[in-house]
Structure formats: structure tokens, C-alpha cells
């Protein structure tokens, strides 16, 4: 077989011909090519070194370290590190709603414990308003009523002199 293919499904499509190269020059031609990983920790003598010039000295310059880590981690650990922070971000919405639930919960029950507090109030008002006593308080009280054969006298201050509390607390 020398280049061309005689058919099939390749067509008149030129091949090369089967040559192998040594290890070391695949390894390289695989190392150049832009996205893949060396197989090898680089040598001393695949780093390209300038030369020192005799009027200049020669100054350490280190050699940029950007990336460094996704080179080293390869992109399976890069797609686990999004995969963690996607499933963060997914967990926050649900601790969010949960936490305002919880504070809604805690405020609802507060607002319970005050309404059946007034609930008591009122049913122990509503029991003392059925005694025959608290009845009259108020009648005679509010309304200036009175029992048959009772007089009713309301005191009207005169002009110019204090005005007494109905309770009686102001008199001397």
C-alpha cells in the first residue's frame, strides 16, 4: 500500500503512510496540541531559556501561575466544584422558604396566645355581666336608673368652682 486507499468507505481520500515516531516526539506533538494534558512532568530541556547577554545581567523571572490549579485538577474536578456550587444555590431557595415559614409559624402563634387571651377576658366579663349585681352597677352607674320609689339627685357644679370626678377621689 503506498498513499492512496483503493475503495471503501474513505473513498480517494490520501493516506500517509505507517510511520512511528519515538515516544518522546508523539509525546511532544500530544503536549502542543491545545487542550491536552502531558503525560510527563516537563524537563529542563523543553523550557525555552534566554540566553544571557554579557552587558545585561540575568534576572529570575518566574513564570506566571494562572490556572495552575484547573491544569493540575483536570476538568472533572472543575464540573464537581460547579456541580457543588449549583446544588448550594438549588439548597438555598428551599432553606429561604423554610426560614420565613418558620418566623410566619413563630409570629402566627404569638398572635394566637394574644386572641385567646382576650377570649378569657371577655368570657370572664361576659360572667360577671349575668350576676344581678354587676346589672345594676351599671344601670345606676351609666344610665341614672333607679328602683321604684328611689330618687335620683345629680350635682351640678357652679359656675367657676372645680369640677368634682364622678368617683369622688378630688373632694377634700
Do not use: C, H
Not at 456541580?83 to 404569638?110: C, D, E, I, K
Amino acid at each position: 500500500m503506498t498513499g492512496r486507499s483503493t475503495g471503501g468507505a474513505g473513498g480517494d481520500r490520501p493516506r500517509a503512510a505507517s510511520t512511528r515516531s519515538s515516544g518522546a516526539a508523539q509525546e511532544r506533538k500530544l503536549a502542543a496540541r491545545p487542550g491536552r494534558a502531558r503525560l510527563t512532568p516537563p524537563r529542563p530541556d523543553d523550557r525555552p531559556t534566554l540566553s544571557p547577554s554579557p552587558a545585561v545581567p540575568a534576572l529570575a523571572v518566574p513564570e506566571p501561575r494562572r490556572f495552575e490549579l484547573v491544569r493540575e485538577l483536570g476538568p472533572v474536578a472543575v464540573v464537581l466544584a460547579l456541580a457543588v456550587v449549583v446544588l448550594a444555590g438549588l439548597a438555598v431557595l428551599p432553606a429561604r422558604t423554610w426560614w420565613t415559614q418558620r418566623q410566619s409559624l413563630n409570629q402566627s402563634r404569638a398572635e394566637l396566645a394574644q386572641v385567646e387571651q382576650e377570649v378569657a377576658d371577655l368570657k370572664a366579663r361576659q360572667e360577671l355581666l349575668l350576676t344581678d349585681a354587676e346589672v345594676e352597677r351599671i344601670a345606676r352607674q351609666d344610665y341614672d336608673l333607679v328602683y321604684p320609689g328611689e330618687e335620683s339627685y345629680r350635682l351640678v357644679p357652679a359656675e367657676g368652682a372645680p369640677a368634682v370626678p364622678q368617683n369622688g377621689a378630688g373632694t377634700p
